[in-house]
């Protein structure tokens, strides 16, 4: 059974920094696209960054280019993401997700990602 769990996530001042991570089980780590979404309050899902298998390739929503920077252990089956210069907006539940083993393209449609954990609370004060 695949579960991916995140954690990092708290509350912080404007212009603070935060990393999330996310740890996969019960799936060949290496084999999978990771992303990382978001929901604020009220919103639907926003998708914020993805990392290709290997970790040499990422994408970044325009909203956070610059700002925060996507990494993978694919020894610690982990997926992180190093978010900077934090702002209000920036508040929301964190989902870190996996694409199935065959689908090795990065993308940021929500629908093409199979595993989804629970999320992990980020709040930006101003």
């Known amino acids: 059974q695949v579960q991916l769990v995140e954690s990092g996530g708290q509350w912080v001042q404007a212009g603070d920094s935060l990393r999330l991570s996310c740890a996969a089980s019960?799936?060949?780590?290496?084999?999978?696209?990771m992303g990382w979404f978001r929901q604020a309050p009220g919103k639907e899902h926003e998708f914020v960054a993805a990392i290709s298998r290997s970790g040499t390739s990422t994408y970044y929503a325009d909203s956070v280019k610059g700002r925060f920077t996507i990494s993978r252990d694919n020894a610690k089956n982990t997926v992180y993401l190093q978010m900077n210069s934090l702002k209000p907006g920036d508040t929301a539940v964190y989902h870190c997700?996996?694409?199935?083993?065959?689908?090795?393209?990065?993308?940021?449609?929500?629908?093409?990602?199979?595993?989804w954990g629970q999320g992990t609370q980020v709040t930006v004060s101003s």
């Open positions: 997700a996996a694409r199935a083993g065959d689908k090795t393209w990065l993308t940021k449609t929500l629908t093409e990602y199979d595993y």
């Open positions: 019960g799936l060949t780590f290496s084999n999978h696209v």
